[in-house]
């Protein structure tokens, strides 16, 4: 199942609400991870099921969708959460989006 | 703490052998599936090959399929992926990243630091 994200490159204010895009080539049921990645270290799993929250990571960070259309969403960016954001599905084996890689403006 | 801990990469010929290896520590490893994912320079992340807790059941991408063959010894709580019939595409950082398995989910919920398998000549 291939996966598309949209943007790959976003420039962002701190303070900003910043939405990120992933689209499924079929319908994936909600089997959805994201997953955060910064320069040099391993990826964090953020949200899976398309909107469940892993333990420990900030309430900012959300995730929704359905069927092949699925958005993460920063509701306040800060400086910490520059990185590349990858969202992966599991509905059918495991495949991942190129990724968008998220910088301060 | 969880950890991942990867090690054996390094520079190899292609056609020639190299095998990985990843300590866990910070959960009890024999219950957990595992797994290895790759990224090579510029791309996106793929996944290479799964192994159950037990070693029942194992799979592969059909990219390395008949050349890798993963393994984990659970009394050393640590995870290996044989490689061989290397290829220049198979240069990439490899990461292991342990699994959750359940009814409703299915995904990678941490991941080591990973290690670097460069194919040249």
């Known amino acids: 199942i291939q996966m598309t994200q949209s943007p790959s490159l976003l420039s962002a204010s701190v303070g900003d609400r910043v939405t990120l895009s992933c689209k499924a080539g079929?319908?994936?049921?909600?089997?959805l991870a994201w997953y955060q990645q910064k320069l040099g270290e391993a990826p964090k799993l953020l949200i899976y099921?398309?909107?469940s929250l892993q333990t420990g990571i900030p309430s900012r960070f959300s995730g929704s969708g359905s069927g092949t259309d699925y958005t993460l969403t920063i509701s306040s960016l800060q400086p910490e959460d520059v990185a590349t954001y990858f969202c992966q599905q599991y509905n059918s084996w495991y495949t991942f989006g190129a990724g968008t890689k998220l910088e301060l403006k | 703490e969880v950890q991942l801990v990867e090690s054996g990469g390094g520079l190899v010929q292609p056609g020639r052998s190299l095998k990985l290896s990843c300590v866990a520590s910070g959960f009890t490893f024999s219950n957990y599936g595992m797994n290895w994912i790759r990224q090579a320079p510029g791309k996106g992340l793929e996944w290479v090959a799964y192994i159950s807790s037990g070693s029942s059941y194992i799979y592969y991408a059909e990219t390395v399929k008949g050349r890798f063959t993963i393994s984990r010894d659970n009394a050393k709580n640590t995870l290996y992926l044989q490689m061989t019939s290397l290829r220049s595409e198979d240069t990439a950082l490899y990461y292991c990243a342990r699994q959750i398995l359940t009814g409703s989910s299915d995904y990678f919920d941490y991941w080591g630091q990973g290690v670097m398998v460069t194919v040249s000549s």
């Open positions: 079929q319908n994936i049921n909600n089997y």
């Open positions: 099921n398309a909107n």
